[in-house]
């Protein structure tokens, strides 16, 4: 008599289990690239994305999607481009890379993670390691599909 008490438990401990989040991750995790203007034709844009994969836009000049643009990354895209923040040490980065060069544009690159909030300058001269961190992002932003200028869309 045991044994349907016992099995009915068991079916009823699994069914109540909710799936383990697909986001590494939480929303206070934060990864923003913001582009500032040259004297030319550079886009100026700003975008930030948290640990759930909910991605912002801001198009401003230069650019194909003007205006505000939201959309929700996937699990393992948003986790990946976390990953590699982690990965590259973010946090070993100098906070400014410039020289005495004009008509550049200004690259500022966040990453927010727990209790460490750090903010890199890159104007000229930054590592092919934040340059390829800077690349992830903006590969984000040219992918021109699940874009929508409305919020949960």
Not at 112 to 132: F, M, Q, R, S
Not at 143 to 150: P, R, V
């Amino acid at each position: 008599m045991k044994l349907p008490y016992s099995l009915f438990a068991l079916v009823l401990l699994v069914a109540s289990c909710e799936p383990p989040d697909p986001y590494l991750y939480d929303a206070t995790a934060t990864i923003e690239l913001k582009k500032d203007p040259c004297f030319g034709f550079c886009p100026v844009y700003s975008i930030k994305i948290d640990g759930k994969g909910n991605a912002t836009y801001d198009g401003q000049k230069n650019v194909e999607k003007v205006g505000t643009w939201y959309q929700t990354l996937s699990p393992e895209e948003t986790n990946d481009l976390f990953d590699a923040f982690e990965n590259a040490d973010f946090w070993q980065f100098e906070n400014e890379y410039t020289a005495q060069v004009t008509d550049l544009p200004t690259t500022w690159v966040t990453f927010i993670l727990d209790e460490k909030n750090k903010t890199i300058k890159d104007y000229y001269g930054a590592p092919e390691g934040l340059k390829k961190l800077e690349l992830m992002v903006e590969a984000i932003v040219e992918n021109e599909e699940n874009w929508s200028q409305d919020v949960g869309e």
